[in-house]
């Protein structure tokens, strides 16, 4: 007879949540969650008592209501009788616009200073590394501030391009450069322009698959083709045929200082050059200081191998550094254009119309409804800042080191 | 414990929006100051002096309701507000009351639950242009840049004319006085434009005052004064009956240099009830009998009060025009003291 007993299996027992250490985490977990919840409804349930306590009722309904006020710069249709809804997009776009193009140039500028920085020319590397420290080492408020006020004090007034003293002329009689913004010749768009748009996309698509003709010949077969000036060729030469053939269908509208200010033409406002110019240098001395983490975390053997190769300096960086340093440079990146994103909030210091001047600023106002735009305002930088996260973390994927 | 916490919610929330607190008189009597919104400096208005002490026509009915509610003129602490922070500061109780040229208007007394008190500057809304501009109306300012000072009734009443006169413009809304001066001056807006008190305050702190000039378009009515939270009201009896007693006072002839000799009893019975040598009108408010007597010695009855700081001999030279006493052809007419 055999006899077998069975390990004695362990029952739960409620005292093991206390003493048994498997246990005892999730039970401290659970209260504090517990804690946490209570606390917040807590909070909640305070507040909403104490607002309609106090009278302040939440409405959203001033959002439908005519704004009264007029923006200066507007991509979408808006006049004073269009609702406050209508402005917070004005200003919404405005935001993305201001955004999206120091986005764009604080990169450039990051990537060449942190490559400078990095150059064995010492005057380079340290006129690059006054530049970062400078720039970074300075509220971006006051960089947006003094950028407008040496704009508006140096650039000259409309005035002054007036009459037979004038003490401005425009850049090649068609470029304006005022203390109000820079004007420049729109495109008037005539019959037959369409085909030169079009000729105009279509070489833009043959610049791509010349260049990539040009990679698959050079992996295939070695032979490495010309890349820049048949590209360049490719760009302008078929569009400017075009041109010509359909009777020059494309004018410009050139601006012309009638009453009080230039008209016609395009203007690109002052206050969005200033912000765009101090949102891009002092974003770019941050990203300047990313790109020289990243170089410089590829090992040099890399650039010594690469070189053994026989590759020149600048291939060596195209082709070998660069690549492996985005792998580190693209998750900091990421938060600098989060950084950008939100520092345009501070556009009003320079009267630039975003949407913190609009819903957040004039709108506010106005109607006196605070936390309800507020709240707006909160949700809007979240959804935008958690858009870019998600489609730089889409690019990061992309680029990171694929581990197989 | 219910308010501290709400107060932290909101901070939460980015906001400083808090429930009233009850009897503002006896909490500014129990801190022995009295906290006061004014703006971040306009000459003749509210502006700190070379010594850092702040003075203005807007700063004297401060002092005035602090001398009759602490006996003490100088017993003010000064909260410099932006347009944009006045309204959350007088909410939350940062702030007693709000002397900030801030227009009276529906929605700030309904919606936003303030209680004004009372007009202390009938104004309306002007423009300024260089007279090198040759513009002589705002009617010419067809394509005009104008700079704006934000988050005012100045945006409203701005696009209303231009809108109504059917002529285009360009708005450059400016955070504060001095950066839109800065703009101004630098030839980035042809126009300048706010209350008119503020537009002669502002030109009369310019190098060359006289190359500037003040259209004669008035666009809107702006009936400027102090205001306090909604729901307190022997708080906002006091500082109302501060400023008429500074009203009253100049009609009636009181002045700061025969105010000693007024007291001591005279033929007029409004007089004596005023400055306290009959009936109980103080105590009535809460306040001794003497309370307006010492309003009235802080600065002076209303007109020394505007002619002291902007007057017609002062830098901002402005006439009393609709300021003046109902007496004299203005709209200055206070209840009676009775």
Known sequence: ???????????????????????????????????????????????????????????????????????????????????????????????????????????????????????????????????????????????????????????????????????????????????????????????????????????????????????????????????????????????????????????????????????????????????????????????????????????????????????RPGRIMNLVVLPQALRVIIPPLISQYLNITKNSSLAIAVGYADVTATLGGITLNQTGRAIECVVLLMLFYLTISLSISFIMNIYNNSVKLKER | MKKSVIFGALTVAGLAAGAAAA??????????????????????????????????????????????????????????????????????????????????????????????????????????????????SAKELDGATVCIQTGTTTE???????????ISYEPVPIETNAEAQQQYLAGACDVYTTDASGLAATRATFEDPTAHVLLPEIISKEPLGPLVRHGDNEWGDVVRWTLNALITAEELGVTSANLAEMSGGSANPEINRLLGTEGSLGEMLGLDAEWAKRAIAAGGNYGEVFEKNIGENTPIALSRGLNAQWTDGGLLYSPPFR
């Open chain 2, 156 to 166: 409203l009443n701005l696009a209303d004319f231009f809108r109504a006169n059917n």
């Open chain 1, 1 to 311: 007879m055999t006899t077998m007993t069975d390990p004695p299996r362990a029952s739960f027992r409620l005292s093991m949540l206390l003493n048994d250490t498997r246990y005892r985490s999730y039970t401290f977990q659970a209260i504090a969650l517990l804690v946490l919840i209570v606390a917040f409804a807590y909070l909640g349930n305070n507040l909403l008592t104490n607002l309609s306590a106090a009278g302040l009722n939440i409405a959203y309904d001033f959002l439908d209501a005519p704004a009264g006020y007029d923006i200066n710069q507007r991509l979408i249709e808006y006049d004073s009788q269009s609702s406050n809804a209508r402005a917070a997009i004005v200003g919404i776009l405005n935001t993305l616009l201001v955004a999206f193009l120091a986005c764009v140039t604080a990169t450039v500028l990051g990537v060449i200073a942190g490559v400078l920085r990095l150059s064995k020319n010492w005057l380079v590397s340290k006129l690059m590394a006054v530049y970062v420290e400078i720039f970074r080492n300075i509220p971006v408020l006051i960089w947006i501030v003094i950028i407008f006020t040496i704009m508006i004090a140096v650039l000259p007034g409309p005035r002054e391009f007036r009459g037979d003293g004038a003490t401005a002329s425009m850049v090649l009689g068609s470029f304006a450069f005022t203390n109000r913004g820079i004007y420049i010749p729109a495109p008037v768009w005539g019959p037959g322009s369409m085909m030169v748009v079009i000729t105009f996309i279509a070489s833009l698509i043959g610049v791509f698959a010349y260049r990539r003709y040009a990679k698959n010949l050079l992996y295939s077969t070695g032979r490495l083709l010309p890349m820049g000036w048949p590209s360049l060729a490719i760009f302008f030469v078929p569009s400017i045929v075009m041109f010509f053939i359909m009777g020059q269908p494309i004018g410009l509208d050139i601006p012309e200082l009638k009453g009080f200010n230039f008209k016609g033409g395009i203007k690109i406002g002052g206050p969005l050059i200033a912000l765009w110019i101090a949102l891009s240098v002092y974003t770019g001395a941050f990203i300047a200081e990313n790109v020289r983490a990243g170089i410089q975390a590829v090992s040099k053997g890399q650039t010594e191998a690469a070189g053994a190769l026989g590759l």
């Open chain 2, 23 to 136: 009897g503002t008189l006896d909490d500014v009597k129990a801190r022995g100051t009295m906290n006061c919104g004014v703006t971040t400096g306009l000459a003749g208005f509210a502006a700190p002096d070379a010594n850092g002490v702040w003075e203005g026509f807007d700063v004297s009915v401060c002092r005035a309701v602090a001398a009759a509610v602490l006996g003490d003129a100088t017993a003010v602490e000064f909260v410099p507000t932006t347009g944009k922070t006045r309204f959350t500061a007088l909410a939350s109780g940062e702030i007693d009351m709000l002397a900030r040229n801030t227009t009276w208007t529906f929605s700030r007394d309904v919606d936003l639950k303030f209680t004004f008190v009372g007009v202390n500057y009938y104004d309306g809304q002007g423009f300024m242009v260089p007279s090198e501009l040759g513009v002589s």
